[in-house]
Protein backbone atom coordinates (compact mmCIF):
# COMPACT_ATOMS: atom_id res chain seq x y z
CA UNK A 1 0.00 0.00 0.00
CA UNK A 2 1.44 3.83 -0.98
CA UNK A 3 2.03 5.66 1.81
CA UNK A 4 0.78 9.17 1.66
CA UNK A 5 3.45 12.33 1.75
CA UNK A 6 2.28 15.26 3.63
CA UNK A 7 2.44 18.22 2.58
CA UNK A 8 6.00 20.43 3.37
CA UNK A 9 6.24 22.69 6.21
CA UNK A 10 6.43 26.31 5.49
CA UNK A 11 8.15 28.27 8.45
CA UNK A 12 6.19 31.42 9.79
CA UNK A 13 7.23 35.31 8.90
CA UNK A 14 8.51 35.22 12.51
CA UNK A 15 11.03 32.70 12.08
CA UNK A 16 12.44 34.25 8.82
CA UNK A 17 12.51 37.81 10.70
CA UNK A 18 14.38 35.90 13.75
CA UNK A 19 16.91 34.71 11.77
CA UNK A 20 17.10 37.92 9.62
CA UNK A 21 18.08 39.74 12.62
CA UNK A 22 20.19 37.02 14.30
CA UNK A 23 22.43 37.35 10.34
CA UNK A 24 22.82 40.91 11.16
CA UNK A 25 24.15 40.43 14.62
CA UNK A 26 26.43 37.70 13.49
CA UNK A 27 27.92 39.64 10.50
CA UNK A 28 27.10 43.33 12.24
CA UNK A 29 30.50 45.08 10.43
CA UNK A 30 29.29 44.14 7.20
CA UNK A 31 26.08 45.41 8.23
CA UNK A 32 27.23 49.04 9.55
CA UNK A 33 28.92 49.33 6.17
CA UNK A 34 25.59 48.50 3.95
CA UNK A 35 23.43 50.64 6.39
CA UNK A 36 26.48 53.23 6.19
CA UNK A 37 25.53 53.49 2.08
CA UNK A 38 22.11 53.54 2.86
CA UNK A 39 22.52 56.63 5.34
CA UNK A 40 24.66 58.62 2.40
CA UNK A 41 22.41 58.41 -0.16
CA UNK A 42 19.39 58.97 1.68
CA UNK A 43 20.98 61.88 4.14
CA UNK A 44 22.11 63.30 0.22
CA UNK A 45 18.82 62.96 -1.14
CA UNK A 46 16.96 64.35 1.90
CA UNK A 47 19.30 67.25 2.19
CA UNK A 48 18.39 67.92 -0.81
CA UNK A 49 14.87 67.69 -0.44
CA UNK A 50 14.86 69.75 2.93
CA UNK A 51 17.28 72.47 1.40
CA UNK A 52 14.90 72.92 -1.42
CA UNK A 53 11.85 72.99 0.67
CA UNK A 54 13.37 75.63 2.97
CA UNK A 55 14.82 77.99 0.40
CA UNK A 56 11.67 77.59 -1.00
CA UNK A 57 9.68 79.16 1.93
CA UNK A 58 12.22 81.23 2.17
CA UNK A 59 12.15 82.54 -1.27
CA UNK A 60 11.18 86.25 -0.70
CA UNK A 61 13.94 86.34 2.01
CA UNK A 62 16.55 85.27 -0.43
CA UNK A 63 14.85 87.80 -2.98
CA UNK A 64 15.39 90.42 -0.50
CA UNK A 65 19.00 90.10 0.65
CA UNK A 66 19.79 89.20 -2.85
CA UNK A 67 18.79 93.47 -4.28
CA UNK A 68 20.48 94.18 -0.72
CA UNK A 69 23.45 93.15 -1.80
CA UNK A 70 22.85 94.81 -5.40
CA UNK A 71 22.07 97.60 -4.34
CA UNK A 72 25.18 97.27 -2.04
CA UNK A 73 27.46 96.80 -4.63
CA UNK A 74 26.06 99.48 -6.59
CA UNK A 75 26.76 102.17 -3.66
CA UNK A 76 30.37 100.58 -3.04
CA UNK A 77 30.74 101.00 -7.06
CA UNK A 78 29.62 105.06 -6.91
CA UNK A 79 31.90 105.35 -3.89
CA UNK A 80 34.95 103.70 -4.10
CA UNK A 81 36.47 103.50 -0.56
CA UNK A 82 34.18 104.60 1.91
CA UNK A 83 37.08 105.54 4.35
CA UNK A 84 36.44 109.28 5.16
CA UNK A 85 33.87 110.30 2.91
CA UNK A 86 30.14 111.67 4.29
CA UNK A 87 27.04 109.42 2.92
CA UNK A 88 23.95 111.53 3.02
CA UNK A 89 20.72 109.55 3.35
CA UNK A 90 17.22 110.78 3.01
CA UNK A 91 14.26 109.26 3.69
CA UNK A 92 11.00 110.25 2.23
CA UNK A 93 7.99 107.74 3.25
CA UNK A 94 7.91 104.68 4.96
CA UNK A 95 10.82 102.28 3.80
CA UNK A 96 10.23 98.92 3.28
CA UNK A 97 12.03 95.76 4.26
CA UNK A 98 14.48 95.94 1.33
CA UNK A 99 15.59 99.52 2.37
CA UNK A 100 15.87 98.98 5.98
CA UNK A 101 18.23 95.94 5.46
CA UNK A 102 20.01 98.31 2.78
CA UNK A 103 20.28 100.66 5.60
CA UNK A 104 21.70 98.58 8.02
CA UNK A 105 24.56 97.57 5.71
CA UNK A 106 25.52 100.68 4.73
CA UNK A 107 25.91 102.11 8.81
CA UNK A 108 28.59 98.96 8.67
CA UNK A 109 30.30 100.45 5.75
CA UNK A 110 33.44 102.50 6.77
CA UNK A 111 31.86 105.96 6.15
CA UNK A 112 33.21 109.07 8.17
CA UNK A 113 29.52 109.70 9.11
CA UNK A 114 26.01 108.93 7.71
CA UNK A 115 23.38 111.66 7.61
CA UNK A 116 19.78 110.58 7.98
CA UNK A 117 16.47 112.72 7.69
CA UNK A 118 13.28 111.80 8.34
CA UNK A 119 13.59 111.04 12.22
CA UNK A 120 16.39 108.58 12.11
CA UNK A 121 19.82 109.26 13.32
CA UNK A 122 22.59 107.18 13.57
CA UNK A 123 26.61 107.75 15.16
CA UNK A 124 25.27 110.59 16.57
CA UNK A 125 25.03 112.85 13.46
CA UNK A 126 21.99 115.33 13.55
CA UNK A 127 20.61 116.85 10.77
CA UNK A 128 17.80 118.82 9.10
CA UNK A 129 16.49 118.40 5.40
CA UNK A 130 18.21 121.53 4.59
CA UNK A 131 21.93 120.88 5.04
CA UNK A 132 21.92 116.94 4.70
CA UNK A 133 23.72 116.53 1.70
CA UNK A 134 26.52 119.12 3.32
CA UNK A 135 29.91 117.76 3.01
CA UNK A 136 28.54 114.60 2.12
CA UNK A 137 29.89 112.54 -0.86
CA UNK A 138 27.08 110.82 -2.14
CA UNK A 139 23.23 111.18 -1.00
CA UNK A 140 20.73 107.96 -1.01
CA UNK A 141 17.15 108.99 -1.23
CA UNK A 142 15.02 105.95 0.48
CA UNK A 143 10.99 105.69 0.64
CA UNK A 144 8.64 104.77 -0.96
CA UNK A 145 7.29 108.29 -0.97
CA UNK A 146 7.07 109.40 -5.13
CA UNK A 147 6.74 113.07 -4.34
CA UNK A 148 9.09 113.96 -1.80
CA UNK A 149 8.84 117.13 0.18
CA UNK A 150 11.57 118.56 -0.38
CA UNK A 151 13.38 120.42 -3.76
CA UNK A 152 16.24 118.33 -4.77
CA UNK A 153 18.33 121.08 -5.11
CA UNK A 154 18.02 121.57 -1.25
CA UNK A 155 18.99 117.91 -0.82
CA UNK A 156 22.00 118.09 -2.75
CA UNK A 157 23.28 121.45 -1.57
CA UNK A 158 27.06 121.49 -0.69
CA UNK A 159 27.98 118.33 -1.54
CA UNK A 160 31.50 117.71 -2.45
CA UNK A 161 30.62 115.36 -5.66
CA UNK A 162 26.41 115.94 -6.51
CA UNK A 163 25.51 112.30 -7.21
CA UNK A 164 22.35 110.39 -6.03
CA UNK A 165 20.79 107.13 -5.71
CA UNK A 166 17.08 106.85 -5.35
CA UNK A 167 15.26 103.86 -4.58
CA UNK A 168 11.78 105.45 -6.37
CA UNK A 169 12.20 105.78 -10.08
CA UNK A 170 9.04 108.00 -10.30
CA UNK A 171 9.50 109.92 -7.65
CA UNK A 172 9.45 114.15 -8.16
CA UNK A 173 11.72 116.84 -7.00
CA UNK A 174 10.45 120.60 -6.33
CA UNK A 175 12.28 123.27 -7.74
CA UNK A 176 15.26 122.89 -10.28
CA UNK A 177 17.70 120.15 -10.26
CA UNK A 178 21.49 121.33 -9.91
CA UNK A 179 23.56 121.56 -12.80
CA UNK A 180 25.46 118.30 -13.29
CA UNK A 181 23.33 116.22 -10.40
CA UNK A 182 23.99 112.30 -11.66
CA UNK A 183 20.61 110.36 -10.53
CA UNK A 184 20.61 106.76 -10.50
CA UNK A 185 17.87 103.82 -9.38
CA UNK A 186 18.74 101.51 -6.61
CA UNK A 187 15.86 99.12 -8.26
CA UNK A 188 16.29 100.05 -12.05
CA UNK A 189 16.60 98.08 -15.05
CA UNK A 190 20.15 96.79 -13.99
CA UNK A 191 19.01 95.52 -11.01
CA UNK A 192 16.18 93.69 -12.55
CA UNK A 193 18.33 91.83 -15.33
CA UNK A 194 21.17 90.87 -12.56
CA UNK A 195 18.06 89.20 -10.78
CA UNK A 196 17.14 87.55 -13.74
CA UNK A 197 20.98 86.10 -14.21
CA UNK A 198 20.79 85.08 -10.28
CA UNK A 199 17.45 82.72 -10.79
CA UNK A 200 18.50 81.52 -14.12
CA UNK A 201 21.99 80.25 -12.22
CA UNK A 202 19.92 78.77 -9.30
CA UNK A 203 17.52 76.87 -11.98
CA UNK A 204 20.77 76.00 -13.62
CA UNK A 205 21.63 74.91 -9.89
CA UNK A 206 18.52 72.81 -8.96
CA UNK A 207 18.97 70.50 -12.24
CA UNK A 208 22.33 69.56 -11.41
CA UNK A 209 21.34 68.81 -7.23
CA UNK A 210 18.87 66.78 -9.28
CA UNK A 211 20.96 64.86 -11.24
CA UNK A 212 23.52 64.54 -8.52
CA UNK A 213 20.83 62.96 -6.00
CA UNK A 214 19.45 60.37 -9.15
CA UNK A 215 23.16 59.16 -9.51
CA UNK A 216 23.87 59.04 -5.44
CA UNK A 217 20.79 56.51 -5.03
CA UNK A 218 21.81 54.91 -8.02
CA UNK A 219 25.08 54.28 -6.62
CA UNK A 220 23.35 53.51 -3.68
CA UNK A 221 21.53 50.29 -4.74
CA UNK A 222 25.05 49.11 -6.70
CA UNK A 223 26.51 49.32 -2.79
CA UNK A 224 23.59 47.48 -1.22
CA UNK A 225 23.31 44.68 -4.14
CA UNK A 226 26.97 44.15 -3.89
CA UNK A 227 27.14 44.09 -0.12
CA UNK A 228 24.13 41.37 -0.45
CA UNK A 229 25.76 39.21 -3.02
CA UNK A 230 29.21 38.96 -0.54
CA UNK A 231 26.52 37.80 2.18
CA UNK A 232 25.51 35.55 0.31
CA UNK A 233 28.67 33.74 -0.61
CA UNK A 234 30.11 34.05 2.83
CA UNK A 235 26.36 32.06 3.78
CA UNK A 236 26.44 29.40 1.19
CA UNK A 237 27.13 26.49 3.63
CA UNK A 238 24.35 27.69 5.89
CA UNK A 239 21.68 27.89 2.91
CA UNK A 240 22.66 24.76 1.71
CA UNK A 241 22.22 23.06 5.42
CA UNK A 242 18.87 24.96 5.75
CA UNK A 243 17.64 24.04 2.69
CA UNK A 244 18.42 20.02 3.41
CA UNK A 245 16.51 21.27 6.80
CA UNK A 246 13.55 21.92 4.65
CA UNK A 247 13.98 25.53 4.25
CA UNK A 248 11.80 26.58 0.72
CA UNK A 249 13.52 28.61 -1.92
CA UNK A 250 10.54 31.28 -1.29
CA UNK A 251 11.59 31.00 2.59
CA UNK A 252 15.65 31.90 1.58
CA UNK A 253 14.12 34.72 -0.39
CA UNK A 254 12.02 36.46 2.30
CA UNK A 255 15.20 36.10 4.53
CA UNK A 256 17.34 38.57 2.41
CA UNK A 257 14.10 40.46 1.58
CA UNK A 258 13.57 41.13 5.23
CA UNK A 259 17.36 41.30 6.01
CA UNK A 260 17.77 44.32 3.34
CA UNK A 261 14.42 45.80 4.40
CA UNK A 262 15.49 46.19 8.03
CA UNK A 263 19.26 47.18 7.06
CA UNK A 264 17.14 49.77 4.45
CA UNK A 265 14.76 51.05 7.11
CA UNK A 266 17.38 51.45 9.79
CA UNK A 267 20.08 53.41 7.12
CA UNK A 268 16.72 55.35 6.01
CA UNK A 269 15.78 57.19 9.40
CA UNK A 270 19.55 57.91 10.67
CA UNK A 271 20.19 59.26 6.55
CA UNK A 272 16.75 61.22 6.96
CA UNK A 273 17.59 62.28 9.87
CA UNK A 274 20.52 64.11 8.92
CA UNK A 275 19.79 65.13 5.86
CA UNK A 276 17.06 67.27 7.65
CA UNK A 277 19.30 68.54 10.09
CA UNK A 278 22.30 69.70 7.57
CA UNK A 279 20.44 72.25 5.81
CA UNK A 280 18.40 73.35 8.59
CA UNK A 281 21.16 74.40 10.34
CA UNK A 282 22.49 75.93 7.27
CA UNK A 283 19.76 78.29 6.63
CA UNK A 284 19.03 78.91 10.40
CA UNK A 285 22.97 80.31 10.20
CA UNK A 286 22.47 82.34 7.39
CA UNK A 287 18.63 83.58 7.78
CA UNK A 288 18.20 83.12 11.87
CA UNK A 289 16.91 80.31 13.35
CA UNK A 290 13.88 82.35 14.17
CA UNK A 291 13.13 83.56 10.86
CA UNK A 292 13.68 80.36 9.11
CA UNK A 293 11.37 78.16 11.93
CA UNK A 294 8.57 80.96 11.35
CA UNK A 295 8.80 80.02 7.39
CA UNK A 296 9.48 76.45 7.71
CA UNK A 297 6.48 74.15 5.85
CA UNK A 298 6.07 71.40 8.65
CA UNK A 299 3.56 69.18 6.72
CA UNK A 300 5.60 69.09 3.94
CA UNK A 301 8.61 68.55 5.25
CA UNK A 302 7.48 65.58 7.48
CA UNK A 303 6.14 64.25 4.48
CA UNK A 304 9.34 64.42 2.18
CA UNK A 305 11.20 62.61 5.81
CA UNK A 306 8.24 59.50 5.59
CA UNK A 307 8.89 59.80 1.50
CA UNK A 308 12.48 59.37 2.30
CA UNK A 309 12.27 56.88 4.60
CA UNK A 310 9.96 54.65 2.19
CA UNK A 311 12.27 55.41 -0.42
CA UNK A 312 15.35 53.94 1.30
CA UNK A 313 13.93 51.05 2.55
CA UNK A 314 11.95 50.07 -0.97
CA UNK A 315 15.38 50.63 -2.75
CA UNK A 316 16.97 48.52 -0.50
CA UNK A 317 14.50 45.57 -1.07
CA UNK A 318 14.75 46.40 -4.92
CA UNK A 319 18.27 45.84 -4.12
CA UNK A 320 18.44 42.69 -2.95
CA UNK A 321 16.28 40.94 -5.66
CA UNK A 322 18.83 39.25 -7.34
CA UNK A 323 20.98 38.52 -4.61
CA UNK A 324 18.26 36.79 -3.00
CA UNK A 325 17.21 34.45 -6.30
CA UNK A 326 20.70 33.62 -6.17
CA UNK A 327 20.53 32.54 -2.73
CA UNK A 328 17.28 30.82 -3.36
CA UNK A 329 18.57 29.24 -6.99
CA UNK A 330 21.21 27.25 -5.11
CA UNK A 331 21.33 23.08 -5.23
CA UNK A 332 21.93 22.13 -1.56
CA UNK A 333 24.67 19.00 -2.57
CA UNK A 334 26.76 22.10 -4.21
CA UNK A 335 26.34 24.55 -1.26
CA UNK A 336 27.31 22.52 1.03
CA UNK A 337 30.36 20.82 -0.73
CA UNK A 338 31.45 24.53 -0.90
CA UNK A 339 34.29 25.31 0.95
CA UNK A 340 33.85 29.51 1.27
Not at 145 to 163: E, N
Amino acid sequence: MREQIGRQVRLPMSRALQIAIQGIRIRLGRSLVTVSGVVLGIAFLMSNVAGQLISSSLAREKETRQIVTLMESLTQREVGSASGKILAVAVCGAMNRTEQLFLDRLDAMPFEAIRITGGRTKRGVSCTPQNVGAGAYLLVVLGQDAAAPHALGDLTRGMTRIGMLDAVESRTYAGQAPEGVKRDLLFGPETEQQMARMQEKAEQAKFRTIWVAVISLLVTIISISNALLMSVTERIREIGTMKCLGALSSFIRRLFLIESALVGFAGSVVGMLLGALIPILIYGWIFGFGLMFQELPYLRLTLSCAGCVVVGTVLSMTAAIYPANFAARMVPASALRSNV
